[in-house]
Structures are given as structure tokens and as C-alpha cells.
T-cell receptor
Framework: GAVVSQHPSWVICKSGTSVKIECRSL??????MFWYRQFPKQSLMLMAT?????????EQGVEKDKFLINHASLTLSTLTVTSAHPEDSSFYIC?????????????FGPGTRLTVT | GIQVEQSPPDLILQEGANSTLRCNFS?????LQWFHQNPWGQLINLFY???GTKQNGRLSATTVATERYSLLYISSSQTTDSGVYFC?????????FGAGTRLFVKA
């Protein structure tokens, strides 16, 4: 159980275009979802936290107008990178958790590798 | 915010050796997890361990919440154990990651 999927697994786009990444919890309801980005040989950096039906909470330094997050249902969150530039190229990973029962374990998707040319 | 420190940053082992990875937190956490990131980037859940001790095969973990640290033990290491090990935790809704321990197990 506790499977999280991401789509697409990789994407190449031209500078100035927008890209949408989907994150789904397949076998549980995720009241909270998280978006991380990871540069090569570095750790995961939290970008934002989203709760179903609420606006996302962004970490300091993350542009909310550039990285649009929508958590429309208990099983789906989307990250849209708007007007992408080469410096946005990175590995984006989502995670989800259902803290019912007081357990805060997070489950991660397989990640999306974004390359902006 | 909470700071997460992992040690050692890099570790090279001969196959069959044992190792201990450490994770220190700057403040109390109510959730703590250990992950293994495989070569394709997928994070594999190893342990959810805000306190106490757990074991799963050759891996075990111990968290001493009052002293704000956690340990991951790998026994009889295998080449397939190679990769990056992360600990992560937080005091509320957030989960913050440490920098990771990069493990290479030689055959």
C-alpha cells in the first residue's frame, strides 16, 4: 500500500513555456502533499506544502507565482512551472501523507526530471 | 527552523561490513524517517521511527527523541545497499531532509 505516482517521469520544454506535473496518491487519501526539488548530488529541498482545498504554503525563497500548486482533491496535487527557464531544470519530487491515527509517515513519488532548453 | 545533520557524508565499505549512520536534529521532531534513494531517484521508505527501535532484515534504526538523534544500522552490507541514505523529520507539518550519507559498498 501507500503508493504515490508522478507524471510525467521526465519532460523537456523550451524556455518560456509552462509545464504541469501531476502527483497522485493511488491507495490512500492524502490530506497533505509536499513538493521538493533536488539538484544533482544534493539533498531534497522543500518547496511548498499543500492541504486539500487550501492554498499552498511556500517556503522562503520559492516564487509562488512561478511554481503554482493546486491540491484539488484528496488524491491529486499538481505543480505548474510557469515561464520555465534553464535554471528551473531540476528533479521535482512530490510526497503525500495521511496523518489520520497520528502517524506522519510520508510516501514519495518517483520524481519528474525537468529539462528546460 | 529545524536543522538536520547527517554523518558521515560519505562512506565506503567492503561487502559484508557493518556500518552506523547518524542523524542529529536541532530541535524536537514528531516524525522521523529514514530513506534510501536509488540510482533512479526513487526514495524508498526504510523506517518511520519518531522514537524507539525497529528492525527490518539487515537494517535497524534507533531514535532517542529526548537527545534528538537517530541511528541507522546496516549489517552485512551488500553492493545493492549502495546509494544515498537520507534522514528527514519535522516538528509540525514540514519534513526537512538532512544532506544525506553517500554509501558505496565494494564487492
Amino acid at each position: 500500500g501507500a503508493v504515490v505516482s508522478q507524471h510525467p517521469s521526465w519532460v523537456i520544454c523550451k524556455s518560456g513555456t509552462s509545464v504541469k506535473i501531476e502527483c497522485r496518491s493511488l491507495d490512500f487519501q492524502a490530506t497533505t502533499m509536499f513538493w521538493y526539488r533536488q539538484f544533482p548530488k544534493q539533498s531534497l529541498m522543500l518547496m511548498a506544502t499543500s492541504n486539500e482545498g487550501s492554498k499552498a504554503t511556500y517556503e522562503q525563497g520559492v516564487e509562488k507565482d512561478k511554481f503554482l500548486i493546486n491540491h484539488a482533491s484528496l488524491t491529486l496535487s499538481t505543480l505548474t512551472v510557469t515561464s520555465a527557464h534553464p535554471e528551473d531544470s531540476s528533479f521535482y519530487i512530490c510526497s503525500a501523507r495521511d496523518p489520520s491515527g497520528g502517524v506522519y509517515e510520508q510516501y514519495f513519488g518517483p520524481g519528474t526530471r525537468l529539462t528546460v532548453t | 527552523g529545524i536543522q538536520v545533520e547527517q554523518s558521515p557524508p560519505d562512506l565506503i565499505l567492503q561487502e559484508g561490513a557493518n556500518s552506523t549512520l547518524r542523524c542529529n536534529f536541532s530541535d524536537s521532531v514528531n516524525n522521523l524517517q529514514w530513506f534510501h534513494q536509488n540510482p533512479w531517484g526513487q526514495l524508498i521508505n526504510l523506517f518511520y521511527i519518531p522514537s524507539g527501535t525497529k528492525q527490518n532484515g539487515r537494517l535497524s534504526a534507533t531514535t532517542v527523541a529526548t537527545e534528538r538523534y537517530s541511528l541507522l544500522y546496516i549489517s552485512s552490507s551488500q553492493t545493492t545497499d549502495s546509494g544515498v541514505y537520507f534522514c528527514a523529520g519535522g516538528g509540525g507539518f514540514k519534513t526537512i531532509f538532512g544532506a544525506g550519507t553517500r554509501l558505496f559498498v565494494k564487492a
